[in-house]
């Protein structure tokens, strides 16, 4: 394992607008940077998301180039990113239903009760169906951060636990963002036990 930092970029597609994953680590002592082929910047394993303000990307070399924190490659456009967490739900008031919850939240949480007494506390089913755990709100009228945890059951009679936080990735040097798409693959170090989490 390393304690060099690894910066994480978004390749953009010009012609799909779709994005790859581009690693960009710290160098090591001889000056070189170590990067496996899936991630590098002329990879072509790109994967769709839901763009928020997609017009603001560049849509060919120039246009990206034109941007302080990118650079061009011969298929897309390479851009710095920084990724924020934000509370699905600021309160109990702004959950309308369970189905709200199972649309808008896609992390899922461990049971509370697996944590050490104490770390989660119960405010009891603000919302019918919902039982919702937090570390800092005491009440259904306390505010919700991006810690609380809900737990329901789905439509399939599935109980979920969801975590109350949406990962956003913002594309630096314009006002472009998607959301943080999950994945289950290791980039890196692919195996066939992958294809079944």
């Excluded at 934000?86 to 009760?113: C, H, M, N, Q, Y």
Aim: net charge negative; with cysteine; glycine share 6%.
């Amino acid at each position: 394992w390393s304690s060099a930092g690894c910066q994480v970029r978004a390749k953009i597609s010009f012609e799909t607008q779709q994005v790859a994953r581009v690693d960009y680590p710290d160098a090591d002592s001889a000056g070189q940077r170590h990067v496996k082929n899936l991630v590098r910047d002329d990879t072509i394993n790109y994967f769709r998301v839901a763009w928020m303000d997609q017009e603001s990307l560049p849509s060919d070399a120039s246009g990206c180039d034109a941007l302080t924190s990118c650079y061009s490659v011969a298929d897309g456009c390479v851009c710095d990113t920084t990724t924020t967490e934000s509370a699905g739900f600021d309160s109990v008031g702004a959950i309308g239903s369970k189905e709200d919850i199972l649309e808008i939240l896609r992390i899922g949480a461990v049971d509370p009760a697996s944590f050490d007494t104490g770390v989660y506390t119960s405010i009891g089913e603000c919302v019918p169906g919902v039982q919702i755990y937090s570390k800092t709100a005491l009440n259904c009228g306390h505010p919700l951060d991006t810690n609380a945890i809900f737990q329901l059951t789905d439509a399939n009679g599935i109980m979920r636990f969801s975590k109350n936080s949406i990962s956003t990735v913002h594309v630096s040097s314009t006002s472009a963002s998607f959301r943080n798409p999950v994945h289950f693959i290791d980039f890196v170090d692919r195996n066939l036990r992958d294809m079944f989490q």
